[in-house]
């Protein structure tokens, strides 16, 4: 709604390709035998070939398309079930409103993954604040130090084994907007590795033009 437009800001086209498939072209950058799995809305799911009929023939078999839920976490959810992978494979949970994730960001966020051995960890993609922050309080605000925040991006990393229950556990869906935090709850421990600011997320009408423009 934010966004505008005839269609989810995932499917609006920049050029000739939607957002969500530039998305998917950065990680099959990274590695073409990578396995995608695009959760959409079971409206649009529908509407798939009416809508995308020549992405449809780029993505062929490499990618596989599964209705979402009504949350994020309901939709994250149902793409994990649909991936069934093993518990030792890495799994990157991507916002595709993030159309400028660039192959050398995922291949941090790999590299720090696969740094712990052990598994019971997962890595998240961080930018600094360019803006003061102030914490609202009922009395008003009060100014924070943004040396100790950082924005939160995607993808986010995590192996399957430690994920995957992590999502199968929640009960307040709308307690976790981020699947840091779901990890987290379950005892899975975040670490952070440098992200991009060119990884923003789309979220307004101006969006959608800085990024045509870019």
């Known amino acids: ?3 505008g437009g005839p269609l989810p800001k995932q499917f609006q086209k920049v050029g000739e390709r939607s957002l969500f498939w530039r998305s998917v072209e950065a990680f099959l950058r990274f590695d073409p035998s990578m396995r995608v799995v695009l959760v959409v809305h079971p409206e649009f799911l529908a509407r798939w070939h009416e809508l995308f009929a020549s992405e449809e023939t780029a993505l062929g078999a490499r990618v596989t398309k599964v209705a979402g839920g009504p949350s994020r976490v309901a939709s994250v959810r149902c793409g994990l079930e649909a991936l069934g992978a093993g518990p030792s494979d890495l799994v990157f949970i991507h916002d595709s409103a993030r159309p400028l994730v660039s192959p050398e960001l995922i291949a941090r966020g790999e590299a720090c993954v696969r740094g712990f051995a052990e598994g019971g ?14 914490r609202l309080t009922p009395e008003g605000s009060v100014s924070v130090p ?7 991006q995607t993808p986010q ?20 907007t981020d699947d840091a935090s779901v990890a987290e709850a379950a005892g899975v421990r975040v670490v952070t590795f440098p992200g991009d600011s060119l990884n923003f997320k789309v979220t307004t ?5 800085i990024i045509q423009w870019m």
Do not use: K, Q, W
Not at 146 to 152: I, K, L, N, P, W
Not at 165 to 176: G, K, L
Not at 205 to 209: A, K, S, V
């Open 205 to 209: 009408p101006l969006d959608l033009r």
């Open 121 to 134: 960890v997962g890595a998240v993609p961080v930018v600094p604040l360019a803006d003061s922050i102030r």
């Open 157 to 176: 990393i995590f192996r399957y084994g430690d994920i995957a229950p992590a999502y199968a556990r929640v009960a307040d869906e709308s307690a976790f």
């Open 1 to 3: 709604m934010r966004a």
């Open 146 to 152: 943004r040396s100790e925040y950082v924005a939160v």
